[in-house]
């Protein structure tokens, strides 16, 4: 299972050594240019890894770092095992999403973070899922940050196709996204309709303009409908 462990930007390695006999479970720290270090002193590294099946990342207590799960086999009677990441000075962000459009899991998502660590500028990306066949991960992208205080851009591929971009986001921080409804435009009879598709029980300021300048409200609507659609009047779709 990847995670970055101690916040340096960098997606580390835990492998779990199922039930091979007299093996040690395995932490790989990752170096940031294409290789890896085994860490070899401490727990998770030293633990026997006999009957360990499956693992996952989660940041249990909303520190900022990642803790670890290990989920050791249920034909013999052994002790999950769950580690707490005491974690160092490097920066994060958690990102929690919340699907109007897409699947409210929104499952299938990407999130990009660029931010400058340690003088490199670069992306990081997680994709939303529900993790592997027995491991599941939290619906929840994390990352690691190490000297960066500011994500310079925070980018959301929503899985309906739409993009959101943030930008100059503070650290330290769990950031919760709604994804933003969408406009869609008809003509029905010779007149032209408006569509809100959105989150079901969200509510929706509607404002209109002529020059894109001067706006004007038209009221406000909340969104009852299993499909999250709403129709917007004619007399307001005319701005």
Known sequence: MWGDFDNDGHLDLFVVHGLNPGKTNAVHHNNGDGSFTGVRSGSPANDAGAASTFCTWADYD??????????????????????????????????????????????????????????????????????????????????????????????IEWPSGLVQEFHNVPANQSQTVVERPRLQIGVSGGRSEVFLRGGRGLRYQIEVSTNLTIWSSTGAFTVTNLNGLVQIPDVYAAG
């Open 62 to 155: 909303e520190d900022g770092f990642l803790d670890l799960f290990v989920a050791r086999s249920v034909f013999v009677q052994f002790t999950n095992l769950l580690y707490r990441n005491n974690g160092n000075s490097n920066h994060w962000l958690k990102v929690r999403l919340t699907g109007t459009v897409s699947n409210r899991q929104t499952i299938g998502a990407k999130v990009r973070v660029k931010a400058t660590i340690r003088g490199k500028t670069f992306w990081q990306l997680r994709e939303i899922s529900s993790g592997p066949a027995f491991s599941q991960t939290p619906l929840t992208a994390h990352f690691g940050l190490g000297d960066a205080t500011t994500v310079e851009t925070l980018r």
